[in-house]
């Protein structure tokens, strides 16, 4: 408990130095009334999510969202390439525990077994990371998309 106390302190301090370090350009919009997981989504968490984004998820989900080219043909490997998660991908259609789900566990915590090259990021970002990087990902999307699961 007190280690997620301290990594939720830790979350807020970086969000608030990022905030204050943003402010002049490159705003986040936070659209009203965005929630995840139940819990309305601060300013703050969006600004931390959209770091947290560019360090650990653009290198394959792409820079502006759009995931890799031709992302719905299997690799030779057999495995599936990164999806956008902007509305033209299916990162909406699942419910933010879902999301959260497959962020911390990997796709293999929701299909066991599953191989994949989406890592798990259970040991790199604490629970509140996760939270900020998928309502990150949830303020870009458009009023339908968004609205498409509440939970
Ligand atoms: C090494 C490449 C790689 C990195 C880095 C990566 N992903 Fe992924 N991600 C994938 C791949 C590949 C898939 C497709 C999984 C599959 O079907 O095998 C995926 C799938 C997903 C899905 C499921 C989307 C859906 O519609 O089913 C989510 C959510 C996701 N990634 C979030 C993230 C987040 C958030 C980050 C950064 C914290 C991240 N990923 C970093 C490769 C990556």
């Excluded at 009334?33 to 947290?52: K, R």
């Excluded at 293999?108 to 599953?114: D, I, K, Q, R, T």
Aim: with cysteine.
């Amino acid at each position: 408990m007190q280690t997620k106390l301290v990594a939720l302190a830790g979350a807020g301090v970086i969000a608030m130095v990022t905030v204050a370090s943003l402010a002049q350009n490159n705003r986040p919009q936070v659209p009203e009334g965005l929630m995840f997981l139940g819990e309305p989504v601060t300013e703050a968490q969006v600004v931390l999510g959209q770091n947290i984004y560019a360090d650990n998820c653009a290198a394959c989900h792409g820079a502006d969202l759009e995931g890799q080219p031709d992302w719905q043909r299997r690799l030779d490997n057999g495995r599936m390439p990164a999806p956008p998660h902007d509305e033209s991908g299916h990162t909406w259609h699942h419910s933010d525990r879902n999301l959260f789900i497959v962020t911390r566990g990997g796709v293999e915590a929701v299909v066991p077994g599953y191989e994949s090259d989406m890592p798990a990021f259970g040991e790199t970002l604490s629970d509140a990371e996760l939270v900020a990087v998928l309502s990150y990902l949830k303020s870009t999307w458009p009023e339908r998309q968004r609205r498409s699961k509440q939970k």
